[in-house]
Nanobody, 124 residues
Framework: QVQLVESGGGLVQAGASLRLSCAASARTFSSYAMGWFRQAPGKEREFIAAIKRGGGGSTYYGDSVKGRFTISRDNAKNTVELQMNSLQRGVAALYYC????????????????WGRGTQVTVTT
């Protein structure tokens, strides 16, 4: 079972940037597809980004973040990161990291493991 721990959340102003990190415990981290989701109070969990397993790392993004967010992974450090630029006001949510055997499982919100989330609040 993979253990995931997110970090890097905080309070930022609209238009600012923030970088989230997710540390994974798995010895075979590179064999997992990884993803990020966010969930605001009272709303469904929203897909943000995913990256395929392995070193090549094809990436995928939700429509609301395309062109502003970038997902990346470092298999040597067992981490996946989410660079968020031009953060939009009013988006206060918990950001979750997820690990899955395939990137398809990320896309259908059925990963093998979730982290506990890190809070991001964007103010005006």
């Amino acid at each position: 079972q993979v253990q995931l721990v997110e970090s890097g959340g905080g309070l930022v102003q609209a238009g600012a940037s923030l970088r989230l990190s997710c540390a994974a415990s798995a010895r075979t981290f590179s064999s997992y597809a990884m993803g990020w989701f966010r969930q605001a109070p009272g709303k469904e969990r929203e897909f943000i980004a995913a990256i395929k397993r392995g070193g090549g790392g094809s990436t995928y993004y939700g429509d609301s973040v395309k062109g502003r967010f970038t997902i990346s992974r470092d298999n040597a450090k067992n981490t996946v990161e989410l660079q968020m630029n031009s953060l939009q006001r009013g988006v206060a949510a918990l950001y979750y990291c997820a690990a899955a055997l395939t990137v398809h499982n990320i896309g259908v919100r059925a990963p093998q493991c979730w982290g506990r989330g890190t809070q991001v609040t964007v103010t005006t």
